[in-house]
T-cell receptor
Framework: DVKVTQSSRYLVKRTGEKVFLECVQD?????MFWYRQDPGLGLRLIYF???????EKGDIPEGYSVSREKKERFSLILESASTNQTSMYLC???????????????FGPGTRLTVT | AQSVTQLGSHVSVSEGALVLLRCNYS??????LFWYVQYPNQGLQLLLK??????LVKGINGFEAEFKKSETSFHLTKPSAHMSDAAEYFC?????????FGKGTTLSVSS
């Protein structure tokens, strides 16, 4: 089974702090994604990566950056956390873009981030 | 551009009753369609998917969905609800490299 892990389930940070959310997958997937989930808004794509050191902006990249130095690891960075970034953050991975099953995404358990 | 609309943010059923969660999509290309389930404080788990072929798709936990191209719909059903089905359900359509998700429907099941 594919396993996607996230470094923390719950995180509390102060406004202005730099925050790192880590995600690791163990199935050699090419694609990795970061979403945020808010009540009534569903999942919104922040960034995704289709290869090491490659990244693409999603729908709401403002205030975030990402890093993918190794294939299995995809980090989300909040350069200066703000209260409106309080949310659930979900990481996902999927096979290479050229596989028919590439759209099937596997999700981690999520990190609930609170910025005070 | 692709989009997904889930009709009803909250659906309530009694245990043993039919579950029907509605999903309509918009896509300029043949879509791949997915239903995911999220239990409290957990990530999303794939319930079922439609890529090509048979339009009636069976998934885990007794759920199924039917792709209707003429209606641009992919509604999720289960003949008999169980208490353990209480969760949030997300419909998604393929869009570029990523998935486009609906806003979710919370299913409540009462005894």
């Amino acid at each position: 089974d594919v396993k996607v892990t996230q470094s923390s389930r719950y995180l509390v940070k102060r406004t202005g702090e730099k925050v790192f959310l880590e995600c690791v997958q163990d199935m050699d997937h090419e694609n990795m994604f970061w979403y945020r989930q808010d009540p009534g808004l569903g999942l919104r794509l922040i960034y995704f990566s289709y290869d090491v050191k490659m990244k693409e902006k999603g729908d709401i990249p403002e205030g975030y950056s990402v890093s993918r130095e190794k294939k299995e690891r995809f980090s989300l960075i909040l350069e200066s956390a703000s209260t409106n970034q309080t949310s659930m953050y979900l990481c996902a991975s999927s096979l290479s873009p050229w596989a028919e099953s590439s759209y099937e995404q596997y999700f981690g358990p999520g990190t609930r981030l609170t910025v005070t | 551009a692709q989009s997904v609309t889930q009709l009803g943010s909250h659906v309530s059923v009694s245990e043993g009753a039919l579950v029907l969660l509605r999903c309509n999509y918009s896509s300029s290309v043949p879509p791949y369609l997915f239903w995911y389930v999220q239990y409290p404080n957990q990530g999303l788990q794939l319930l079922l998917k439609y890529t090509t072929g048979a339009t009636l798709v069976k998934g885990i936990n007794g759920f199924e969905a039917e792709f209707k191209k003429s209606e641009t719909s992919f509604h999720l059903t289960k003949p008999s609800a169980h208490m353990s089905d209480a969760a949030e359900y997300f419909c998604a359509v393929s869009g570029g490299t990523a998935l486009i998700f609906g806003k979710g429907t919370t299913l409540s099941v009462s005894s």
